[in-house]
């Protein structure tokens, strides 16, 4: 039985890999759906519709109309990756104006496991707010990938999109994510 990983990521220099992350994650039996922060969306813009038809499903980035269906099936896992310091923080506060935020915030309640790895700078890391947002997910059971054992912030301006360890999270997606015959 196939299950459904939703990836979301933000508007960070990771987000321009994801056709292959997509691509690993089918690789290891997931149905990938894509979702993206009304930023992200647009600097992916002109690779959407490619992305939609790797998938197999709509990419979102915006709420859907009261009374119109869900396009996506059910969540076994969820993926936030890269969420920047301004998704992790807006999740944490609960601030919920972006649909994947929301759908990560309610996903706590509805006990989707779900699996964040940031993508800061160490400077962004220093701001208070940052480490009080990490520990506010973790304890409301969310899995962060941040620091050892997960991303690991660059100096400001000394990012390397390409060493965002994309392994990692879809490691600890199979660890946490539903399997078929758990009746949740
Ligand atoms: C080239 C560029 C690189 C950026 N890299 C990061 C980053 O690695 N981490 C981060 O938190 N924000 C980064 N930002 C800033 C975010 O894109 C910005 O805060 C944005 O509002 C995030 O919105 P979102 O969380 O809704 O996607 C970057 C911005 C630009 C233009």
């Known amino acids: 039985m196939t299950r459904t990983l939703y990836l979301f990521c933000s508007a960070a220099p990771p987000v321009f890999d994801v056709a292959k992350v997509i691509?690993?994650?089918?690789?290891?039996?997931?149905?990938v759906c894509l979702g993206l922060t009304p930023t992200a969306a647009r600097w992916l813009q002109s690779s959407l519709d490619g992305l939609a038809a790797l998938t197999g499903h709509p990419v979102?980035?915006?709420?859907?109309?009261?009374?119109e269906p869900d396009v996506w099936p059910k969540a076994d896992?969820?993926?936030?990756?890269?969420?920047?310091?301004?998704?992790?923080?807006?999740?944490?506060?609960?601030?919920?104006?972006k649909f994947v935020v929301g759908v990560v915030a309610e996903g706590i309640g509805?006990?989707?496991?779900?699996?964040?790895?940031?993508?800061?700078?160490?400077?962004?890391a220093q701001h208070p707010a940052f480490e009080r947002s990490v520990e506010t997910l973790r304890a409301a059971g969310v899995t962060v990938l941040y620091?050892?054992?997960?991303?690991?912030?660059?100096?400001p301006g000394q990012g390397r999109p390409s060493e965002y360890p994309w392994e990692l999270a879809l490691d600890a997606a199979t660890a946490v994510g539903r399997r078929p015959d758990s009746g949740v």
């Open 23 to 31: 691509e690993a994650a089918q690789a290891r039996g997931w149905d």
């Open 60 to 67: 979102r980035s915006e709420y859907k109309l009261p009374g």
């Open 77 to 97: 896992v969820i993926v936030f990756a890269p969420s920047t310091f301004n998704s992790v923080n807006e999740w944490a506060l609960g601030l919920t104006t």
């Open 110 to 124: 509805k006990g989707i496991p779900t699996v964040a790895m940031p993508c800061v700078n160490a400077a962004y």
């Open 147 to 155: 620091g050892e054992g997960g991303f690991v912030p660059n100096e």
